[in-house]
């Protein structure tokens, strides 16, 4: 299995079949075709198929795949196998929405910290977390060794923010806010947007 | 131009195009290159290309596109050179973060109404809405003509006020409860969800 030079548009597309593959598996499907996954998901079946086979051969010509099996392939290649910690940053309605989030079990992700820099904020409790002072975020982070947050800070506050986290050993920010951050090279940043997706429906309205 | 058949994955990648666009437009840019564009969103300049040639011939050779015009043709398409009303449901964390959220401005929508079921909350105000009861939605929203719904219920209660939504005429959900919802073919449904989006950077790190 060659992983050097997959692109990118195909890594963003596995969660997507991750994530329709564990709900299969939950409503107790043991198999599946790429027809079927790229109904539920809306990519052509053979997209589908080209996307897997990239990283080996899945599937049987005519029985389709193991959903168990593809779901732990899917998860070693996404390193999702194993469970990672994460901080949010920004202890607004956002930050509370993260924290309360019960979509995070089974999907390699545990929050361990929560900041922000109100001192109204800082010592409350929100969900089963104590909101701790920003001052000392870059050195907690470090400390437990901490690659990916949780960006929930108002955007005039948000660069300052995303280079602290990165100062701090950060490799990867998902991004509520309205803005592009700058992060060096070796950083990713995913930006969550709900006015994108919606744009991706209106033009079937 | 000739849109009928357009596959919905390339659907799917223009809002990310238009975002980076208006971020270039914002920053005082001008013109930009497939081979720019594409290092903004972390897609391939060939990919870029193609998925812009399919609505008609937007660029010239060389000289690349031009910001303004592009935004405005991709606005034209995706349907988003108006302005969408919008509803959304559960007036919990997630419903705060949405009433709040400035990014909404310039990109096609506006949130006109906020429903909850909980009587604690009916009648208080979120943002600069007044929470309505969730028993008068169905009612309010057809009476609106609203198509567009945000909802943030909890995943116990997403498909039940999913159908209510239907059933009131909405044709377009953005659904922030993780799990699948189920709707009529001529429903979309877009899924936020944070650990989907946290897996696309795992493989990197």
Chains 1, 2 share one sequence.
């Not at 990519?43 to 899945?58: H, L, N, P």
């Amino acid at each position: 299995m060659n992983t050097e030079k997959i692109p990118d548009i195909i890594i963003g597309r596995l969660p997507i079949y991750l994530r329709a593959l564990q709900r299969m598996a939950e409503a107790g499907n043991h198999t599946t075709s790429s027809k079927e996954l790229g109904e539920r998901v809306g990519i052509s079946a053979a997209q589908i198929r080209k996307d897997i086979s990239q990283f080996g051969e899945f599937g049987k010509q005519g029985s389709g795949y193991r959903i168990s099996y593809l779901i732990e392939k899917l998860s070693e290649i996404l390193k999702v196998d194993r469970i990672w910690d994460v901080v949010v940053v920004g202890a607004g309605d956002m930050g509370h929405a993260l924290a309360n989030y019960p979509g995070f079990i089974n999907r390699g992700f545990q929050i361990v910290m929560v900041f922000d820099n109100d001192p109204a904020k800082i010592g409350q409790k929100i969900g089963k977390f104590i909101i701790q002072d920003a001052a000392e975020m870059v050195e907690k982070i470090r400390q437990a060794g901490i690659q990916i947050a949780m960006l929930t800070a108002p955007a005039s506050a948000a660069q300052e923010v995303t280079n602290q986290l990165v100062k701090a050993g950060v490799r990867a920010i998902l991004n509520y806010a309205p803005i592009s951050l700058n992060v060096p090279e070796n950083v990713k940043v995913q930006h969550i947007d709900p006015a994108t997706h919606l744009q991706k429906m209106t033009y079937y309205l």
